[in-house]
């Protein structure tokens, strides 16, 4: 049985992957003033950060309509598929999952499995890769469900913020709640999992990366582990290095730039990790 896999534009997948697997990506948009970007099509994501701060009105985002989902379905039925899974951002931060439950409802030509993993960015993207990969080698609906099921159950997504200022100009951090963050230097840690997003501080970047080392520390052995950023190619690469004791044996970890859809709320600089934990 063929079994087309889809997801959006918030997963951060890298191309290579995107294309080797077949994925489909419905991309989200970007909206600045008037202007609507569907994301990583009509504007680059290193045009969006270099842009950011300096845009006339802060950035919002929207998803798609139910049809842009129900025809990736039917794109995936044209090419032979008998079944579609698609995989998309946490309910939590979007109602991208929602719409392509209506789309899914809508389109009757093959079954279509619309699953909530509960995270972001490569949180998102590593379960999608693993569902692509397993059916490849043939697995049923069933058994990949099950398995996505459980591995999102075991995937952690961290990052540090460079400033609060976007999470203020989203309207995500009140004013009052900006300036004490402000006069304290506090460096935000964005967590996400199963779920359920929260959020620590620290009070220096030295302390912000130490804290996300210990993060990932202390979830013990990985099954995986990625590298998200909004547009920081030099503090991803001291991550990296700074990381590489975590790095499960043999792998070679995937280095995501984070969507503009989540980095119009936290802004350029941000760095983390996207891992699942072993079983």
Not at 60 to 66: K, R, S
Not at 177 to 203: A, N, Q, W, Y
Not at 238 to 258: F, H, N, W
Request: net charge negative.
């Amino acid at each position: 049985m063929k079994i087309a896999i889809v997801t959006d534009s918030t997963a951060d997948l890298p191309e290579e992957i995107i294309r080797k697997h077949d994925i489909g990506v419905v991309p989200l948009y970007i909206n600045i003033g008037e202007e609507s970007y569907l994301d990583g099509v009509d504007m680059s994501r290193r045009d969006f950060y270099l842009g950011l701060p300096d845009f006339i009105q802060h950035p919002t985002t929207a998803v798609p309509g139910i049809d842009a989902f129900a025809n990736m379905f039917k794109n995936a039925y044209e090419k032979g598929a008998e079944a579609v899974i698609s995989l998309h951002i946490g309910k939590a931060l979007s109602n991208t999952v929602d719409v392509a439950r209506l789309a899914a409802e809508k389109f009757k030509e093959i079954p279509v499995h619309v699953l909530d993993p509960g995270n972001l960015s490569l949180g998102t993207g590593l379960l999608v890769q693993h569902a692509a990969m397993m059916a490849e080698a043939g697995e049923t609906v069933k058994t990949i469900l099950a398995e996505i099921s459980d591995k999102a159950k075991r995937t952690y997504t961290f990052a540090v913020l460079a400033t609060l200022e976007f999470l203020r100009r989203s309207g995500r951090l009140s004013n009052f709640m900006f300036g004490l963050g402000s006069l304290l230097i506090l460096k935000p840690i964005l967590k996400m999992h199963d779920g359920v997003t929260d959020m620590e501080r620290t009070r220096t970047i030295n302390g912000s990366h130490n804290r996300l080392l210990q993060l990932v520390e202390q979830l013990g052995a990985l099954e995986k582990l990625a590298f998200v950023h909004t547009h920081a190619l030099e503090k991803i690469a001291r991550l990296q290095e700074e990381a590489a004791y975590l790095v499960p044996k043999g792998m070679k970890p995937m280095v995501g730039e984070v969507t503009p859809v989540i980095g119009a709320h936290i802004g350029p600089g941000a760095v983390g990790f996207s891992v699942i934990k072993a079983a």
